[in-house]
Every structure is written in C-alpha cells, then in structure tokens.
C-alpha cells in the first residue's frame, strides 16, 4: 500500500506547478517542478521509507515480499534503498547530469528488482503482496517515467540555453 501512496504524493505534484504557480509558464520549468518533486517523493523519500523498513521491520517486509526472514539481502537492499534516498534527495540541490545519472541509477536497480520479482513470481508461484502488484508494476513504471520525465527536460531546456 505504501507504494501507491508515494505513487499519489507525486502525482499531485506534478500538477501543482501547474495549478499553484504563475510563472514562469513554460513547459521546460513545469516540468523542472514536477521531476524535482517526483526526485524528493517517489526517489528520496521512498528510498528512506524503504530503508527503515528493510532494517527496522526487516522480517516482517520479507514475509510481505514472501522471501525468508533473517536473510542479509535485507540489508543489502536497505542500503541500496538509503543511497537511493540520498540521490533523489541531493536531485533538489543539483541538476543537470546529476538528475540523469540518478535516474539511470535508480532505475537498474527498480527494474532488476521488477525482474526479480517476475522470475520468483513464475518460478515459485510467489504472488505474495509485495511481490507482484502495484510493487510491481511500479518497478517498471516509475523509472520509466523519471527517466523519460528527465531526457524531455534536457530536450527543453537545451533549445533554449544560448550557453551551448
């Protein structure tokens, strides 16, 4: 269930700079809103969020995810989910390349989680919660839609920098 709610913080990010702010009107910074937003929400704090539950309730997430408690993956993953969260936090400092690199990052990691869980789910009939559902789908999706998010900012920001 936490996924769909970091899914739903984003979205109505992505229209309040639209709706709550005048200007500047363009397309290239509404959507510098919006994907700075999604970096804090869906990268940052859903990173952190993973984190505490790979390491604080860790048995209880395994369970959820239908693996074995006491497995070191779980902090393997907390940690990777704690860099994560770190990158989309630092992505409302800097921009540019750095917001490429950790939507690069951040979406091996989702989409080899995606994979993962894909191969447990047809393997081992494992349809537990967070195993397949909107976990799942988010693991493909929300990259895709960062990434795609960032490339068309660069493509709109570029056309209009008379730096370059």
């Known amino acids: 269930m936490h996924v769909l709610v970091f899914i739903a913080l984003a979205l109505i990010g992505f229209a309040v700079p639209g709706v709550w702010i005048a200007r500047p009107r363009s397309r290239a910074r509404g959507l510098e809103l919006a994907l700075l937003y999604y970096f804090a929400v869906l990268v ?7 984190f ?3 390491t604080l309730v860790a048995d209880d997430v395994a369970q959820q995810i239908g693996w074995p408690a006491g497995n070191p993956f779980q902090t393997e993953v ?3 989910n704690l860099a994560f969260g770190t990158l989309g936090l630092l992505c409302l400092r800097f921009r540019g390349d750095f917001w490429l690199a950790t939507s690069i990052g951040w ?9 993962t869980h894909v191969v447990d789910w047809a393997a081992h009939g494992n349809d537990s919660p967070n195993n397949t559902g909107p976990v799942l789908y988010g693991d493909f999706i929300k990259p ?21």
């Open 44 to 50: 940052g704090f859903s990173g952190l969020f993973g």
């Open 52 to 54: 505490v539950g790979h």
């Open 78 to 80: 907390a940690f990777t």
């Open 107 to 115: 979406g091996i990691f989702l989409v080899g989680a995606g994979i």
């Open 144 to 164: 895709a839609l960062l990434l795609t998010g960032v490339l068309l900012h660069r493509r709109w920001t570029r056309r209009h920098d008379t730096r370059a």
